[in-house]
């Protein structure tokens, strides 16, 4: 488990990738159950969306989804165990670290909480495009287009299906 978590922890530093993570299914449930939770509680600790399972069940399956294809298209099918536990558990992680300042106010955090939500939001577009650069055999370039993309057609989706959140 702590080495999972510092693999984890590694990736959202840049420095391993998705093919450094442990292969096997246990890994990405561990993961995704991580991810939900931390998710669950950051949903809730501000105005709880409407839709709540709704929202937490398209934020799990889009991923899911998603990455198969692509990951199909590019014939890397092999690789998807092992991207989704590193999209789901750095996702976990980066939540995990601005938790307190979700948890901290009424929901609109100002001045060095704002920044640092912003930074860590950034950040993650940037851990994802390494996952995706790893996976795919891709530029960093072409793995943050992917990785804003696939981030927009999930918002979206969940938009859509699930109203505001």
């Not at 899911?64 to 199909?72: A, D, K, N, P, T």
């Not at 790893?134 to 999930?154: D, M, N, P, Q, R």
Request: aromatic share 8%.
């Amino acid at each position: 488990m702590l080495n999972l978590f510092s693999r984890l922890a590694a990736i959202v530093m840049l420095k391993l990738g998705p093919q450094d993570l442990p292969a096997g299914s246990n890994v990405v449930v561990l993961c995704v159950l991580a991810y939900l939770a931390v998710t669950t509680i950051s949903l809730t600790a501000g105005e709880t969306p409407a839709q709540l399972p709704l929202v937490l069940l398209l934020a799990v399956a889009l991923p899911i989804v998603l990455s198969r294809i692509v990951l199909g298209l590019r014939g890397h099918l092999a690789r998807w165990p092992q991207t989704l536990s590193a999209l789901f558990g750095t996702s976990a992680l980066l939540s995990l670290l601005t938790l307190p300042i979700n948890l901290s106010g009424s929901g609109q955090a100002s001045g060095p909480a704002a920044l640092l939500m912003l930074l860590a939001f950034f950040w993650s577009f940037s851990v994802d495009a390494h996952i995706w650069r790893h996976a795919l055999e891709v530029s960093f370039a072409a793995g943050l287009a992917l990785a804003v993309t696939l981030f927009a057609i999930s918002v979206f989706t969940i938009s859509t299906l699930a109203g505001p959140f």
